[in-house]
Nanobody, 124 residues
Framework: QVQLVESGGGLVQAGGSLRLSCAASARTFSNYTMGWFRQAPGKEREFVACIRSSGDSTLYSDSVKGRFTISRGNAENTVYLTMNSLKPEDTAVYYC?????????????????WGKGTLVTVSS
């Protein structure tokens, strides 16, 4: 069992920045592909970004590409999401996700473990 705990959410004005963190309990954290998803009120959970176990490859949704950066520190068992140029449409609960068997995590269907989420609110 892997526990994921997100932190760093909050209220920010449009154009501002936030950095989310996700601490993982897995002893083999470096073997997991890690990702971030988000879910806005009344909408389905959607892919934001993912990073492979070695950290050498990342993927982003078109809506955040160029503004968000995913990174990981395997020694710290932590994955980060740095969010710049935030927009009101980025408002959502952001979830950390982990997958052991899939190289890329771009759909909730391949996620093995979820965090409980952290709320990001961007005011206009």
């Amino acid at each position: 069992q892997v526990q994921l705990v997100e932190s760093g959410g909050g209220l920010v004005q449009a154009g501002g920045s936030l950095r989310l963190s996700c601490a993982a309990s897995a002893r083999t954290f470096s073997n997991y592909t890690m990702g971030w998803f988000r879910q806005a009120p009344g909408k389905e959970r959607e892919f934001v970004a993912c990073i492979r176990s070695s950290g050498d490859s990342t993927l982003y949704s078109d809506s955040v590409k160029g503004r968000f950066t995913i990174s990981r520190g395997n020694a710290e068992n932590t994955v980060y999401l740095t969010m710049n140029s935030l927009k009101p449409e980025d408002t959502a609960v952001y979830y950390c996700a982990a997958s052991y068997f899939w190289v890329d995590v771009t759909t909730p269907l391949v996620v093995d473990y979820w965090g409980k989420g952290t709320l990001v609110t961007v005011s206009s």
